[in-house]
Protein backbone atom coordinates (compact mmCIF):
# COMPACT_ATOMS: atom_id res chain seq x y z
CA UNK A 1 0.00 0.00 0.00
CA UNK A 2 2.68 2.31 0.66
CA UNK A 3 4.06 2.18 -2.80
CA UNK A 4 0.84 2.98 -3.92
CA UNK A 5 0.92 6.47 -1.76
CA UNK A 6 4.29 7.10 -2.94
CA UNK A 7 3.11 6.71 -6.56
CA UNK A 8 -0.04 9.11 -6.07
CA UNK A 9 2.58 11.26 -4.11
CA UNK A 10 4.89 11.56 -7.30
CA UNK A 11 1.82 12.15 -9.58
CA UNK A 12 0.63 14.95 -7.41
CA UNK A 13 3.14 16.70 -7.67
CA UNK A 14 3.21 20.55 -8.60
CA UNK A 15 6.00 19.61 -11.65
CA UNK A 16 4.71 16.78 -13.39
CA UNK A 17 1.12 18.01 -13.05
CA UNK A 18 2.68 21.56 -14.96
CA UNK A 19 4.21 19.12 -17.58
CA UNK A 20 0.94 17.23 -18.38
CA UNK A 21 -1.09 20.62 -18.49
CA UNK A 22 2.04 21.91 -20.63
CA UNK A 23 2.32 18.79 -22.86
CA UNK A 24 -1.80 18.99 -23.45
CA UNK A 25 -2.24 22.71 -24.01
CA UNK A 26 1.27 22.53 -26.53
CA UNK A 27 -0.60 19.70 -28.34
CA UNK A 28 -4.05 21.51 -28.89
CA UNK A 29 -1.71 24.46 -29.67
CA UNK A 30 -0.08 22.96 -32.27
CA UNK A 31 -3.31 21.55 -33.88
CA UNK A 32 -4.38 25.13 -33.85
CA UNK A 33 -1.19 26.63 -35.77
CA UNK A 34 -1.23 23.69 -38.08
CA UNK A 35 -5.11 24.81 -39.15
CA UNK A 36 -4.09 28.34 -39.83
CA UNK A 37 -1.23 27.67 -41.92
CA UNK A 38 -3.24 24.70 -43.88
CA UNK A 39 -6.48 26.74 -44.00
CA UNK A 40 -5.26 30.25 -44.10
CA UNK A 41 -1.96 30.96 -45.18
CA UNK A 42 -0.89 28.56 -47.22
CA UNK A 43 -4.26 28.87 -49.45
CA UNK A 44 -3.34 32.80 -49.19
CA UNK A 45 0.41 31.97 -50.83
CA UNK A 46 -0.85 29.76 -53.13
CA UNK A 47 -3.14 32.29 -54.91
CA UNK A 48 -0.19 35.04 -54.72
CA UNK A 49 2.06 31.67 -56.64
CA UNK A 50 -0.92 30.78 -58.91
CA UNK A 51 0.36 26.96 -57.93
CA UNK A 52 -2.52 25.38 -56.05
CA UNK A 53 0.21 22.25 -54.49
CA UNK A 54 3.84 22.06 -54.77
CA UNK A 55 3.68 18.47 -53.77
CA UNK A 56 3.67 17.30 -57.17
CA UNK A 57 7.00 18.94 -58.56
CA UNK A 58 9.61 16.84 -59.23
CA UNK A 59 12.44 16.04 -61.82
CA UNK A 60 14.15 12.99 -63.19
CA UNK A 61 18.04 12.88 -63.19
CA UNK A 62 19.62 9.48 -64.49
CA UNK A 63 16.23 7.69 -63.74
CA UNK A 64 15.85 8.57 -60.30
CA UNK A 65 13.24 11.44 -59.27
CA UNK A 66 13.35 14.09 -56.57
CA UNK A 67 10.56 15.46 -55.68
CA UNK A 68 11.40 18.90 -54.38
CA UNK A 69 8.22 19.85 -54.51
CA UNK A 70 7.29 17.81 -51.09
CA UNK A 71 10.37 19.54 -49.70
CA UNK A 72 9.14 23.29 -50.92
CA UNK A 73 5.78 22.76 -49.04
CA UNK A 74 7.19 21.40 -45.76
CA UNK A 75 9.74 24.31 -45.88
CA UNK A 76 7.03 26.92 -46.94
CA UNK A 77 4.88 25.51 -43.68
CA UNK A 78 7.64 25.31 -41.38
CA UNK A 79 8.50 28.94 -42.82
CA UNK A 80 4.46 30.01 -41.93
CA UNK A 81 4.30 28.62 -38.50
CA UNK A 82 7.47 29.95 -37.20
CA UNK A 83 6.09 33.35 -38.33
CA UNK A 84 2.71 32.90 -37.01
CA UNK A 85 3.85 31.79 -33.68
CA UNK A 86 6.66 34.36 -33.65
CA UNK A 87 3.92 37.82 -34.57
CA UNK A 88 0.85 36.30 -33.09
CA UNK A 89 2.41 34.66 -29.75
CA UNK A 90 6.18 35.78 -28.81
CA UNK A 91 5.62 39.24 -29.71
CA UNK A 92 2.24 39.95 -27.83
CA UNK A 93 3.55 38.06 -24.64
CA UNK A 94 7.00 40.14 -24.82
CA UNK A 95 4.84 43.28 -25.34
CA UNK A 96 2.94 42.48 -22.04
CA UNK A 97 5.81 41.90 -20.42
CA UNK A 98 7.36 44.88 -20.85
CA UNK A 99 4.11 46.50 -20.11
CA UNK A 100 3.93 44.76 -16.74
CA UNK A 101 7.96 45.98 -15.68
CA UNK A 102 7.99 48.81 -13.72
CA UNK A 103 10.78 51.22 -14.39
CA UNK A 104 14.28 52.29 -13.68
CA UNK A 105 13.93 52.70 -9.55
CA UNK A 106 13.74 56.04 -8.00
CA UNK A 107 16.75 57.44 -6.79
CA UNK A 108 17.64 56.53 -3.19
CA UNK A 109 16.20 59.49 -0.47
CA UNK A 110 17.75 57.70 2.61
CA UNK A 111 20.73 56.13 3.67
CA UNK A 112 21.64 54.02 6.88
CA UNK A 113 23.38 55.20 9.43
CA UNK A 114 26.88 53.35 10.06
CA UNK A 115 26.94 53.19 13.76
CA UNK A 116 23.14 52.37 14.75
CA UNK A 117 22.10 51.61 11.18
CA UNK A 118 18.68 53.33 11.42
CA UNK A 119 17.53 55.44 7.35
CA UNK A 120 17.88 58.91 7.92
CA UNK A 121 17.41 61.61 5.48
CA UNK A 122 20.83 61.63 2.58
CA UNK A 123 21.81 65.62 3.28
CA UNK A 124 21.58 64.62 7.27
CA UNK A 125 25.32 65.63 8.80
CA UNK A 126 24.15 63.75 12.38
CA UNK A 127 22.18 60.60 13.07
CA UNK A 128 18.58 61.62 14.74
CA UNK A 129 18.22 58.17 16.74
CA UNK A 130 22.14 57.92 18.05
CA UNK A 131 23.46 61.28 17.30
CA UNK A 132 26.67 60.25 15.18
CA UNK A 133 28.09 62.35 12.79
CA UNK A 134 27.65 61.32 9.32
CA UNK A 135 30.03 61.41 6.83
Given amino acids: MSMLKEFK ?4 RGNV ?6 VVV ?9 ALVADLLTPFIS ?3 KVPDMGGLSF ?10 HFLNALISFLLVASSVFFFIVKPMNLLVARSRKGPPADPTTK ?6 S ?3 LGAR ?3 HCAQVVA
Avoid: M, N, Q
Wanted: hydrophobic residues 50%.
Fill in 9 to 12: AFLL
Fill in 17 to 22: VDLAVG
Fill in 26 to 34: GAAFGTVVS
Fill in 47 to 49: AIA
Fill in 60 to 69: TLSGAEFKYG
Fill in 112 to 117: KCAECL
Fill in 119 to 121: EIP
Fill in 126 to 128: RCS
